[in-house]
């Protein structure tokens, strides 16, 4: 964000010294009108309903936090500009403190004094978010909110804009937003005084929203003001009578400043209360905190300085220490007070101590003032604070965000309203890291896909070896993974396997590329689990690519590592050695298939005959122990046993069978059968693995229909290998006559 006023001199023409020094005034002067226009309203916000009879005090500590915060914050800030004060967020946490505290209280024993156990709590939450803010500037871990899921930080913040418009209407009324109230703020004068509040907030809507002028909201309420004592005055209404009909606020006393720390008011501070307010004091810490980050990247976007964060938590957690030692509360740099100040011309820390200088000087004037004020001026402007808030969380963040964040996010802002702000963190810290598992599960975890006919290694290979890949590649599958790998990612690439291998039968090595991957955890091992099991059903084998030491020592901890999976430092050394095993698996066959054709080419007495039966018979493997064909089939093959061994078992005694023939290598089985469609009388049993070629019935009938002479050749070949075979069953037999 940029502001066409950034860079605008307002004072020329002297010393450099003396111009930046009233520049600086200038600037601080100009911050100042927002930083006593926002603590009034603060002040009634934080000291209303119970608390109204003390807001001389809330007045006193509102300028006393304003003054400190800016001097401090000035001093040392990294930004010398930068101004600081009481924000809107801090002050709505510390009024939900506050009146926290007081509905205890009163629950407990409603005639014990209010004001020394109010001013106890805000000075030690103060202190305390000052240590804490030490503690993570100190420790450098600050940045660490920023890991807090989105939503909960704009769910956070949308609460306190719903809680900054109801304490508006309990400034306005007198009435806290409850079930119990919600008759009387319909009454005829509470709806009077919220109709004025909110045309006061949309005035302010229509003007200020608009120009960011740094007098125009001074103006505006002025005007207001004004606006309404003339309305009291056509009406025939004394200022006293419209104190009394609640239109104004009652004219408080001087501003009491009162340092809290004395031993009477430890003695009868009430103890009891305290596990209660822990929450609320979460929120004042966890707010102060947030809001010092969030609003310094604020100012750095916006005037293109670079800030140091550490710092801006060690200093700012030294000033809510000092704040709270004299009974103030919580604050933090402001976006837009420090925004105006470099606008105005301020780049110095005299900026900082100007507005400091000018909120203790309203220690004197601002009690005065208040008793002429309309509540709906003040009140419209809290509205409009509020609803400001709301509007950038609630309607603006709908563009930001995805339907599923954007729910947490009002879930959180209702579970804070109703339940308060430690449950809406814990719950709204759940809801993140839920949202952020779903939304990470629907992420792709492949990146791209490949196979080894269009990716292959950096290796030149013959002109006969690409030939081979580009006929073979599809048997390398190839998949980059990227992104963090859990249970809902692994899943569905678990999902994607399965249809991979379905799609493609051919794939014999499936590539991992773990390049990409953030990390694995050990529900996604359970993933890469069933992909082996189904991988090694398919007689697949599975290799890891750029496996991380932390991802392997997952994966083996699931004992997915092992046989049938491979892991190679590179893709492109995996690649090389998948190309290597098919080119060897090709080679291979092209020698059995030579071996095929110089057998069939001596039984045919013709290298085209024997090409002409290679290409009509089909190439199967057989297990050691597999049944090629049972007894009592019906005969529709013959077998060519090009390697191996086969034995034909007949049935014998108590269900078992006997071997009555083994057949080796280049030797026939079933061509008997093939001729004479007998069923088969035997059952065929590989004894080892072996290779075996199959003529069917269909291709032998082709063959005698398209190719009579290569017929006569092969029934010549049947009626040779039955003589041998008979001749050598006579020889037996003459043998067992002896």
Request: net charge negative; hydrophobic share 50%; aromatic share 8%.
């Amino acid at each position: 964000m940029t502001d066409p006023a950034i860079g605008f001199d307002p004072v020329t023409g002297l010393n450099p010294a003396l111009k930046r020094s009233l520049n600086d005034v200038l600037g601080g002067t100009a911050a100042s009108v927002l930083t006593v226009t926002f603590g009034l309203s603060y002040s009634l916000l934080i000291f209303a309903g119970p608390l109204s009879p003390y807001l001389s005090y809330g007045i006193a500590a509102t300028f006393v936090s304003s003054a400190v915060l800016a001097a401090i914050i000035a001093l040392g800030s990294s930004l010398p500009f930068a101004i600081a004060a009481p924000d809107s967020s801090t002050a709505a946490v510390t009024g939900i403190l506050a009146a926290s505290l007081v509905e205890r209280i009163a629950a407990a024993d409603p005639s014990t004094p209010l004001l020394s156990p109010v001013l106890i709590t805000l000075g030690l939450s103060t202190v305390l978010t000052g240590v804490v803010l030490c503690g993570l500037g100190l420790t450098r871990m600050g940045r660490a909110i920023r890991y807090v899921p989105y939503p909960v930080v704009g769910g956070f913040l949308g609460a306190t804009g719903l809680l900054i418009v109801m304490g508006a209407i309990r400034v306005i009324t007198d009435h806290p937003v409850q079930f119990a109230t919600l008759l009387r703020l319909a009454d005829g004068i509470a709806l009077s005084e919220l109709g004025a509040a909110c045309a006061m907030a949309l005035v302010l809507y229509l003007t200020w929203h608009r120009s960011r002028s740094p007098f125009g909201l001074p103006i505006i309420l002025v005007g207001g003001v004004l606006t309404a004592h003339l309305a009291f005055w056509i009406a025939g209404i004394p200022l006293n009578e419209a104190r009394a009909l609640g239109w104004t606020f009652q004219a408080p006393p001087a501003a009491a400043f009162m340092v809290p720390w004395h031993t009477d008011g430890f003695v009868h501070y009430p103890w009891f209360a305290v596990p209660d307010l822990v929450g609320n004091l979460v929120a004042v810490i966890f707010v102060t905190a947030s809001s010092t980050l969030f609003n310094t990247t604020g100012i750095e976007v916006a005037v293109h300085r670079e800030a140091n964060l550490e710092r801006e938590l060690n200093i700012t957690g030294t000033a809510n220490i000092v704040t709270g030692a004299l009974g103030g509360y919580a604050g933090c740099i402001s976006v837009s007070r420090s925004i105006l100040n470099f606008s105005s011309g301020g780049r110095g820390r005299l900026s900082g101590l100007t507005v400091a200088a000018l909120s203790l000087l309203m220690l004197a004037v601002a009690p005065e003032l208040l008793g002429f004020i309309p509540k709906f001026v003040l009140g419209g402007l809290l509205l409009y604070l509020g609803a400001d808030q709301l509007h950038k969380w609630i309607i603006e963040s709908r563009k930001r965000l995805s339907k599923l964040e954007y729910l947490s996010l009002i879930a959180i802002i209702a579970i804070i309203v109703v339940w308060g702000f430690v449950p809406g963190i814990l719950i709204g810290v759940v809801i993140g890291c839920a949202t952020f598992a779903f939304s990470a599960a629907r992420v792709e975890s492949i990146k791209y896909s490949f196979d080894g006919s269009e990716y292959r290694s950096s290796l030149d290979r013959s002109r006969d070896d690409q030939e081979v890949l580009l006929a073979h590649g599809g048997k390398i599958q190839g998949l980059n993974l990227q992104s963090y790998l859990f249970f809902g990612s692994a899943n569905r690439l678990y999902q994607h396997v399965k249809r991979l291998l379905q799609e493609r039968p051919e794939c014999r090595y499936l590539l991992f590329d773990f390049k990409l991957v953030t990390g694995v955890d050990s529900s996604a091992a359970y993933s890469f689990a069933q992909i082996k099991r189904s991988a090694a059903d398919l007689g697949v084998e599975l290799i890891l690519v750029h496996l991380s030491a932390a991802a392997e020592k997952v994966l083996r901890s699931s004992d997915f590592i092992g046989e049938g999976v491979t892991i190679i430092p590179e893709l492109d050394h995996a690649l090389e050695w998948c190309e290597n095993e098919i080119i060897s698996q090709h080679q291979g066959l092209t020698r059995e298939e030579a071996n095929l054709r110089d057998w069939f080419t001596g039984i045919l007495d013709s290298e085209d005959d024997a090409d002409a039966l290679i290409h009509r018979c089909q190439r199967i493997e057989v297990g050691a122990g597999e049944v090629i064909v049972q007894a009592g089939d019906p005969a529709d093959s013959m077998h060519f046993i090009l390697d191996g061994r086969v034995g034909i078992m007949v049935p014998a005694e108590d269900d078992r069978t006997t071997r009555v023939r083994s057949l080796g290598r280049y030797t026939t089985i079933g061509e008997m059968g093939l001729v004479s469609h007998t069923p088969r009388s035997a059952t065929i049993q590989a004894e080892v693995d072996s290779v075996l070629y199959v003529l069917n019935t269909h291709q032998f009938d082709a063959i005698r229909d398209e190719d009579p002479a290569l017929s006569h050749k092969l029934l010549t070949y049947f009626v040779s290998v039955m003589a041998e075979r008979l001749t050598f069953a006579n020889r037996t037999i003459a043998v067992l006559r002896r």
